[in-house]
C-alpha cells in the first residue's frame, strides 16, 4: 500500500523559513519517478483549496500558485522516494495544514495523499 508522510512542519514566526519532507513508500521500485508530486494546502476551517506547488515526474517542470510564487521552491528526489517544499519569508496567511500528493502522469486528480503536516504562522 503506497503511504505519503509528510513532516517539517511547526509552529514559527512571520518571516521563518522552513522545509517539507514528504517521504513514499509501498512503491514497485521506481515508480515513484514516475509520479507527479504536488503540495496541496487546507486553511484553517476551510477544505483542501489551493495547490500552492507541483512537480513533473523527472523534476524538470515545476509550477506554482500566485501567492507563493518567490517564496516556495518543490523539488525531489527520486532516488529517495522523496518530495521537498522549502518555503521562505512565511506569512501569517501561510498558517495551513500542508499535504503531500501524487498522481499519475495521466491523472487528472491526485490520487494518493498523506495526512499532512500543520504549519502555523504567528505574526
Known amino acids: 500500500q503506497v503511504q505519503l508522510v509528510e513532516s517539517g512542519g511547526g509552529l514559527v514566526q512571520a518571516g521563518d523559513s522552513l522545509r517539507l519532507s514528504c517521504v513514499a513508500s509501498?512503491?514497485?521500485?521506481?515508480?515513484?519517478?514516475?509520479?507527479?508530486v504536488g503540495w496541496p494546502r487546507q486553511f484553517p476551517g476551510k477544505k483542501v483549496n489551493e495547490s500552492v506547488a507541483a512537480i513533473t515526474s523527472s523534476g524538470a517542470h515545476t509550477t506554482y500558485a500566485d501567492s507563493v510564487k518567490g517564496r516556495f521552491i518543490i523539488s525531489r528526489d527520486n532516488d529517495k522516494n522523496t518530495g521537498y517544499l522549502q518555503i521562505s519569508d512565511l506569512r501569517t496567511e501561510d498558517t495551513a495544514i500542508y499535504y503531500c500528493a501524487t498522481r499519475s502522469k495521466i491523472a487528472i486528480r491526485y490520487e494518493t495523499w498523506g495526512r499532512g503536516t500543520q504549519i502555523t504562522v504567528s505574526s
Open positions: 509501498g512503491l514497485p521500485f521506481s515508480t515513484y519517478s514516475t509520479l507527479c
